[in-house]
């Protein structure tokens, strides 16, 4: 339950009470998730002195924006949001993969399926906060819904402490960051190095289980190949004495500092880091879409028909709850039958790739957005043109569509992320990810704010400088979003293939145990030895 509720019944709450203008609204509304803020939004929504002013959406009034000592303790309440699920989300994910133990070939083997499973609880969460929280919030007040919601989280906190003596934990191993560093300093330091004749005169080479006291060491370190990528790296892996080579025992017994000798397992990570960065960037624009339904969308809705029944009125933001109902029964049935079914073609333990998984969400975000113009467009001119309100069942399937891209391209981006980390660096990539959500709601606000300054110019005031969505041209936003989207695509397709080209995509698999994958890094290992004699002769060459 912990962010379930969260974000969908901050939108209503603004929504509901105080209305500015879009580009405003848009702004608001980009760091609303975590913990420690419930109590605080429960206060303000229960005492009157604190509520923003009321306002009612669909009447079209003039709404008074909530200002002041009102407005502090609502963006207090927002930032707290965002630590707290800066703190649980990244090491929940990871804390739950790691119960896996990477020695048994059966759980490692079912280590997708955990993220499909963590996926669908998700799902399962947003489902009953969109349905039944929203229908609370309706009926009794955002007083009562927000404290329904931090009784919530106070089980789920009780649930989490109560397992503690059966967790497998990895005691902390120091900062993450001192070892990126070191490789960098190292590389800087020894930049004018000449590179060694052959890669295994670099420090560690054999021993790539080499430890740094940092936490870079893996079992799974063995796994993760010397390449030639960002090749300048590694000058951080000679050994020198005095900005000479040396191979003299020595100046080899020598220990050298941390910050100018590194081992080539810990600048293999570092290079990983580097690689997995234009693939990270490539999901920003997905999360920019994700920002667009969870705003517009939602006062899309505020101005459709929202009858279900004569008695019966959907709340707006229930429209979310769409692509979970359907996510429910899709994620089981993935898991269960997609999977296999594909594994016979590809050969693949997951039945596609993560970085597969991707593409096919980021390819079906591109449809979310087509689906979301071409419906504003009917419903901006059923209301203008025909005085004529649509249901706001015409606006399902951007959410069903985009349900489907987020089934793909989440969970394939977290298992992607941790597969790609030794050990001790899965919370901190699994928190990359979600570095993604962010940038993707900061570009959504500036995006929003560009559009609207570049269209603003035009006789007709821009396409989202009212705050009455019947003037606005959301419509050409979306397409404009849909364009993005596509190009993000081939972007992503360029960058998964460079990616791809080296050892870092099977290496990935091998982290999970894959026994043909364990073969063939063995069978580099020993092309290795063999040409160890000659490394040593050559070496030998080069003493002055």
């Known amino acids: 339950m912990e962010g379930v509720r969260r974000q969908q019944s901050m939108e209503y709450y603004k929504g509901d009470n105080t209305m500015t203008s879009d580009v405003a609204l848009e702004d608001n509304t980009v760091d609303w998730r975590g913990r420690p803020s419930k109590p605080k939004h429960g206060v303000q929504a229960h005492l009157p002195q604190l509520k923003p002013p009321k306002c ?13 000592f009102k407005a502090l303790i609502f963006f207090i309440a927002l930032y707290l ?20 133990n990477p020695d048994n070939p059966k759980q490692t083997k079912k280590l ?60 902390p191993q120091g900062s993450i960051l001192t070892p990126i560093a070191q490789v960098f300093v190292a590389a800087i330091v020894k930049r004018n190095q000449a590179y060694p004749s052959n890669p295994q005169m670099l420090h560690g080479i054999h021993n790539m289980n080499y430890n740094n006291n940092v936490g870079f060491s893996s079992d799974a370190d063995t796994l ?10 590694d000058k951080a892996c000679i050994k020198s004495q005095d900005g000479t080579m040396s191979s003299s025992t020595t100046s080899s017994n020598r220990k050298e500092s941390p910050w100018r000798l590194c081992s080539v397992s810990q600048v293999n ?10 693939i990270f960037a490539c999901t920003i624009i997905f999360n920019t879409i994700l920002a667009q339904l969870q705003t517009f969308s939602v006062q899309q809705g505020s101005m459709m028909d929202t009858r279900l029944t004569k008695s019966f009125h959907i709340p707006p933001a229930s429209l979310q709850s769409i692509p979970y109902v359907m996510l429910i029964f899709v994620v089981p049935l993935y898991d269960a039958f997609f999977v296999p079914f594909i594994r016979r073609f590809t050969g693949h333990p997951s039945g596609i790739s993560p970085l597969q998984r991707i593409g096919f969400g980021l390819f079906f975000a591109t449809f979310s957005m087509v689906s979301a113009a071409l419906m504003e467009k009917k419903r901006r001119d059923s209301a203008t043109k025909s005085n004529e309100i649509i249901s706001i069942f015409w606006i399902t399937p951007q959410f069903l569509i985009f349900g489907i891209s987020e089934m793909f391209t989440a969970v394939g981006l977290i298992e992607f992320f941790y597969k790609q980390s030794m050990k001790g660096m899965q919370a901190f990539l699994t928190a990359i990810t979600y570095c993604s959500y962010s940038f993707g709601f900061y570009l959504s606000s500036l995006l929003v704010s560009i559009v609207n300054k570049i269209t603003s110019r035009s006789s007709d005031g821009g396409w989202l400088g009212d705050n009455n969505l019947n003037k606005d041209r ?18 992503y397709l360029f960058w998964s293939r460079w990616f791809s080209r080296d050892d870092y995509s099977s290496s990935s698999s091998s982290t999970t145990g894959h026994q043909n994958m364990e073969q063939d890094h ?3 290992i020993h092309c290795f030895n063999s040409s160890k004699l000659d490394a040593a002769q050559l070496g030998e060459q080069n003493i002055p």
């Not at 993760?224 to 790296?233: A, C, D, E, V, Y």
């Not at 959301?474 to 972007?491: I, V």
Request: net charge neutral.
């Open 56 to 68: 009612n959406i669909t009447s079209g009034e003039v709404c008074e924006e909530a200002k002041g």
């Open 81 to 100: 949001v965002a630590l707290g699920s800066g703190c649980v989300k990244p090491n929940m994910i990871a804390h739950g993969a790691d119960q896996f």
């Open 112 to 171: 997708s399926t955990y993220f499909n499973a963590a996926y669908f609880a998700f799902s399962m969460g947003e489902l009953i906060a969109l349905t039944l929280l929203v229908w609370v919030q309706t009926h009794s007040g955002m007083d009562v819904g927000f404290g329904v919601s931090a009784a919530a989280m106070a089980m789920g906190l009780i649930s989490l402490v109560s397992g503690t003596l059966y967790y497998r934990n990895k005691p």
């Open 224 to 233: 993760f190949p010397h390449t030639q990528k960002f090749r300048f790296l």
């Open 269 to 278: 990570q570092v290079k990983i880091l580097l690689s997995v960065i234009p």
């Open 474 to 491: 959301l419509d050409l936003f979306y397409w404009l979003l849909a364009a993005l989207s596509f190009l993000n695509f081939l972007n």
């Open 522 to 524: 063995l069978n580099k």
